[in-house]
């Protein structure tokens, strides 16, 4: 005997461990593994039992063969032993040892043992034990078969009824392993977390467990017998039925698989996803799907999140990215440097104009603290005081500072610092943007002492103006008068007060120039051509302890200036030279054109081309203090009688009467260089207006 499934697959085989756990820990299954858990349930261990001792009480052994080879050793050992029993027994009691010989067999080996053994018997008895030769030798054969047939049938009736017996017993046990399997599924189906729905082959509801009943919120009674597209939305519930009808008819599509997401809908209307995975099977001939739904809300609402989540990260990493873009692309664009540093005042950062200003790369700097940066750690710590003191939040302050490049170099700058934080208001740090202001200040100061100068200029050059006028007069008068005088005495102290008279107007003359008062005779001339003329004499006056070199531009754009006062500046510059180097040294007079975006800070000039005279000496060189004073009228430190003090003045004056200007730059110990600029004649250049100011 045998179990077969609905489906006509045997399963009698033995359990594997792992159907047996399976089917021992339902608590345990997955939407999937339930499913594939269904045709394992059913044959559980109970079952299995019961089906082998239906097996056991299969008695099959009575086959022809091993029936015959029973009878033929029953028989012929019976036979032996009577024979045996011949010398003792004769002829009497022939069939003696042949009615054990048929029980034994018909015991053993069945009815048709017995049946040939009764056969054997008979035959051997009617040859060798008792010749059938009189009528009593039949009738005593005919006694013998008549008694095995009783034996036989009798044994063969006990052996029948103890099979029964254990056929009823088997299935007992079977009919119980059964119910026990069923209770057991249902259990399982019962309690599992997972809804459970099968449907017949026309989509019909047949049972709904109590977790698909919550589900979909039907009480199991009312939607068993619905069609299953109750519980699906549109458009799949107008669907259903052609797809299942196609399915059955065809058998493509796909109707059972397993995790499938799909909609559900409840009674209330409402729809959820859910993950669904169907399995078919067929009972008598039915076909039958089962479904396991599980409801996924929460998994999707958890995914969505997630995706949320994922793209929020997304675009604040853009963000952040755009962000960090931004900030390095004003940080290296600013024009000043700046530096980023922590609470320790250690450095963090620092962008190119940084790296540019003070020499340092950021591999340098990074890490050590910001001290370096200054000129001594008392305006280190004058500046920090008011990076982290700041509770009130202000805009932030430039504050003038004196810094050190790496080189040593101290430079005047100006500092803006502030605090900044992250987003909770935590202190980071400082970031700080630091200006080079050397060039701004030395313009400004320019600016000043070309101011001052004028003031000054105006002053004495109105006084200058009316001395002139008066010097004028006097000297009229005293020539007047001269012709008048016959007295050699007279006429000599006359010629004395016209003599002062004269030196008085040379004096006013220079005052004039430097007043930018002087009546220029502006000319178009060559600067090489001036300095050329001058070097001999230059090189006489200078005498052989100076060495007089001349470096001039050979494409130098003419001038339209005074020629004598050209002259004139060339002169003083190189006894003021000369002065300057009383142990001898070189003077280099240089020309050079120049445009504007080349010009020193200081010339404080308009824009425009102009030709640079450049008079250079290795003298002793000025302080700062006669530096800022030498372009002033009478500032000499030469003493009295030596220096009038208005070589410098009057170089000034003209230059910027002309439309150019002067500068000097000197320094204690390294010489003295002193240019002069004249505004390119306009054709050349665009400084233009010079004639004008030259006529004012
Ligand atoms: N080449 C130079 N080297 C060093 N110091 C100079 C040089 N040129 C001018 N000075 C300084 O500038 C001052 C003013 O010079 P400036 O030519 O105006 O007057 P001076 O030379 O003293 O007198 P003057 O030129 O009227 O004879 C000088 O007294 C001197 O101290
Ligand atoms: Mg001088």
Request: proline share 4%.
């Amino acid at each position: 005997m045998c179990c077969v499934e609905p489906n006509g697959e045997r399963w009698n085989q033995p359990l594997t461990d792992d159907d047996r756990n399976l089917a021992e820990v339902p608590g345990r299954l997955t939407n999937q593994s339930a499913l594939a858990a269904w045709p394992l349930l059913q044959r559980s261990r109970w079952v299995w039992e019961g089906n082998r001792l239906m097996a056991a009480a299969a008695w099959k052994s009575q086959s022809l063969q091993s029936a015959l080879i029973a009878a033929c050793l029953a028989v012929t050992a019976a036979v032996f032993i009577r024979l045996e029993l011949l010398g003792a027994l004769g002829t009497r009691l022939a069939y003696i040892t042949l009615y054990p010989a048929v029980t034994v067999a018909a015991v053993i080996g069945g009815y048709r043992a017995g049946a040939l053994a009764t056969t054997f018997a008979a035959l051997a008895a009617s040859v060798w034990l008792s010749p059938l030769r009189e009528a009593a030798d039949w009738v005593g054969l005919a006694v013998f078969v008549v008694a095995c047939v009783l034996i036989v049938g009798v044994t063969d009736a006990m052996h029948r009824a103890q099979t029964r017996a254990l056929e009823a017993e088997a299935e007992a046990k079977l009919a119980g392993a059964i119910r026990e399997s069923e209770a057991r599924l249902k259990a399982v189906v019962d309690t599992a977390a997972d809804g459970i729905v099968s449907i017949d082959g026309t989509g019909i509801i047949q049972s709904v467990n109590p977790a698909a009943a919550r589900l979909f919120g039907y009480r199991p009674a009312e939607a068993v017998g619905q069609n299953i597209s109750l519980l699906m939305p549109e458009p799949h519930r107008s669907r259903h039925d052609q797809y299942l009808r196609d399915y059955l008819w065809s058998g493509k599509g796909k109707m059972v698989r397993f995790g499938r997401e799909v909609q559900g809908l409840r009674k209330d209307g409402g729809v959820f996803p859910m993950d669904l995975a169907v399995s078919e099977t067929t009972i008598e001939g039915e076909r039958l799907f089962i479904g396991l739904v599980r409801d996924i809300s929460e998994r999707k609402r958890a995914e969505e999140r997630q995706q949320q989540l994922t793209e929020e990260l997304k675009t604040s990493e853009s963000d952040a990215r755009r962000q960090q873009a931004l900030f390095e692309g004003v940080f290296n664009s600013a024009p000043d440097a700046i530096v980023l540093a922590d609470m320790e005042r250690r450095i963090t950062m620092v962008n190119a104009p940084f790296t540019r200003l003070f020499g340092y790369d950021v591999e340098e700097v990074a890490g050590s603290d910001d001290s370096k940066l200054y000129v001594d750690r008392a305006e280190w710590r004058r500046i920090g005081d008011h990076i982290f003191a700041d509770t009130v939040e202000a805009p932030p302050v430039p504050q003038s500072a004196q810094f050190r490049r790496k080189d040593g170099e101290i430079f005047p700058g100006e500092i803006v610092v502030s605090g900044y934080s992250d987003q909770s208001g935590a202190q980071l740090g400082y970031v700080g943007i630091i200006r080079d202001v050397a060039l701004e200040r030395k313009r400004e100061e320019a600016q000043r002492q070309s101011q001052k100068l004028e003031v000054i200029g105006q002053l004495t050059g109105g006084v200058a103006h009316d001395f002139n006028n008066l010097l004028i007069v006097i000297i009229g008068n005293l020539e007047f008068l001269e012709m008048r005088l016959e007295e050699d005495e007279e006429r000599a102290l006359l010629r004395k007060a016209l003599d002062a008279a004269d030196m008085g107007q040379r004096l006013t003359d220079r005052l004039l120039t430097f007043a930018r008062r002087q009546t220029l005779a502006p000319e178009r001339t060559s600067l090489n051509q001036i300095v050329l003329s001058l070097t001999d004499m230059l090189r006489r006056t200078l005498g052989p302890s100076i060495e007089l070199t001349t470096v001039l531009s050979p494409s130098l754009w003419p001038v339209v200036a005074d020629r004598g006062q050209i002259e004139s500046a060339i002169l003083n510059l190189a006894l003021n030279a000369r002065d300057a180097m009383p142990q001898g040294g070189k003077l280099v007079m240089r020309t050079s054109n120049m445009e504007i975006d080349t010009a020193p800070v200081d010339a404080d000039l308009q824009s425009g081309r102009y030709v640079r005279l450049t008079v250079e000496d290795t003298g002793e060189g000025m302080p700062p203090d006669v530096r800022a004073h030498a372009f002033e009228p009478f500032f000499t430190t030469k003493g009295t009688g030596r220096g009038t003090g208005l070589g410098l003045a009057t170089i000034y004056g003209f230059a910027k009467q002309s439309g150019g200007s002067a500068t000097i730059d000197s320094d204690v110990g390294k010489g003295t260089t002193v240019d002069i600029f004249l505004p390119a004649e306009p054709s050349f250049g665009t400084a233009g207006s010079a004639q004008e100011r030259m006529q004012q």
